[in-house]
């Protein structure tokens, strides 16, 4: 009996070695995650660069031709003939239309005859008032006589200027059934057909001619703005570039008015540039997307905007050191424009910068850099 007891009492104290032994070892062993070192994130980087950077101020800008003529007739009558098609491009005093001038040539002729006339009979008492005052001095006629000649003579310088001023007039008529252009430009739909009759101060437009080159811009920016594009323009014009929707640059042009009052409703001030328009993108009545340069910021720290990303305590980016580590910085940023970020504060320049695979980063985390050709959120996802 006694040696069975024995026999369970070894047999125990072997077990209970046997679990100590095996905790010992599993105390002693890492586990698996502790000895695995965590993989290094994919990432793209960008260089913190310091240059030269024009400050910009970006509005929506309305295309307005320098000026729009309606063309009208200053003399009434039938449409002989139209000169030109609709849409087409003239030039100054090309012409366009003309307006049946056999009234306006007979009124002409009409005049003439008549200054002819008078002209005659002017000169009929000039000569008798010459004679009259010859006489008058060898007491041949009166005094009396002799002076309503000059009464006679004047009445007639007066009809012949009065038929002088009917012949300039119907000169003009008739010059008016020729109808130029008063502008270069493009005319716009053709509003009334040959043959009809038009009435002289009819209010009734023919076309429209619209110049287009060179052409302007009208935009508005902030109204505390205003001192600051005073300055700079008083030193020199500022450069205005206009941009279509797409963001392709149409035309450079300057700025050439400073509107004399705010828009109270807006606080906004409006502002004109004029382009060369010279391949004539800039089309009457499209909207563009306007970037007024007012200073250059000299020496700046640049870095591709969306390298920068925003957090509860600000804007931040990744900068890389040379062990491979993601460090967080806080920066202040002084405008985003043309995909860059102008740091005022946080950067010195010549950092590298995380500008792709932020999402999966954290600070002091190791990056591994991947070149810019595929995007590590790509690759997270494919992961």
């Known amino acids: 009996m006694l040696k069975r007891r024995l026999q369970i009492a070894l047999a125990l104290t072997v077990v209970a070695g046997a679990v100590i032994w095996r905790e010992a070892d599993f105390a002693s062993t890492p586990p698996v995650s502790a000895a695995r070192e965590a993989p290094a994130v994919p990432v793209t980087t960008a260089a913190a660069v310091r240059q030269d950077v024009p400050a910009l101020v970006q509005s929506l800008g309305t295309v307005t031709p320098i000026q729009t003529v309606s063309v009208q007739s200053r003399v009434s009558g039938q449409i002989m003939s139209v000169s030109f098609v609709q849409g087409q491009r003239v030039t100054?005093?090309?012409?366009?239309?003309?307006?049946?001038?056999?009234?306006?040539?007979?009124?002409?002729?009409?005049?003439?005859?008549?200054?002819?006339?008078?002209?005659?009979?002017?000169?009929?008492?000039?000569?008798?008032?010459?004679?009259?005052?010859?006489?008058?001095?060898?007491?041949?006629?009166?005094?009396?006589?002799?002076?309503?000649?000059?009464?006679?003579?004047?009445?007639?310088?007066?009809?012949?200027?009065?038929?002088?001023?009917?012949?300039?007039?119907?000169?003009?008529?008739?010059?008016?059934?020729?109808?130029?252009?008063?502008a270069a430009g493009l005319t716009g739909q053709l509003l009334v057909d040959s043959g009809n009759y038009v009435q002289a101060g009819g209010g009734s437009t023919l076309v429209t001619i619209t110049q287009i080159k060179p052409i302007y811009v009208s935009f508005a920016v902030p109204e505390e703005m205003l001192d600051e594009v005073r300055q700079y323009q008083t030193q020199s014009p500022l450069e205005v570039d206009a941009y279509s929707q797409a963001g392709k640059l149409l035309d450079k042009g300057t700025l050439t008015l400073i509107n004399n009052q705010a828009n109270t409703a807006t606080g906004t001030v409006t502002l004109e540039a004029t382009f060369d328009n010279p391949d004539e993108s800039l089309w009457p009545g499209r909207y563009v997307n306007v970037s007024l340069v007012v200073t250059i910021r000299k020496n700046a720290v640049t870095v591709p905007a969306q390298t920068v990303m925003s957090g509860p305590s600000g804007a931040y980016v990744y900068v890389i050191g040379p062990d491979n580590v993601a460090k967080r910085v806080a920066v202040t940023v002084a405008a985003r424009q043309n995909e860059i970020a102008i740091i005022a504060k946080g950067l010195a320049g010549g950092e590298t910068v995380v500008s792709a695979g932020q999402s999966r980063l954290d600070d002091k985390v190791k990056v591994r850099i991947e070149a810019p050709n595929e995007a590590p959120d790509q690759q997270a996802s494919r992961q």
């Open 92 to 182: 100054q005093g090309q012409p366009l239309f003309l307006i049946d001038p056999r009234p306006y040539q007979a009124a002409l002729d009409q005049a003439n005859g008549q200054l002819a006339h008078d002209q005659a009979a002017l000169d009929e008492a000039r000569v008798d008032l010459t004679r009259y005052q010859t006489l008058e001095k060898e007491n041949s006629i009166s005094q009396q006589q002799a002076q309503d000649q000059v009464y006679v003579v004047q009445q007639d310088e007066g009809t012949v200027k009065l038929d002088q001023a009917n012949v300039e007039t119907a000169t003009l008529n008739l010059a008016y059934c020729h109808i130029g252009a008063p």
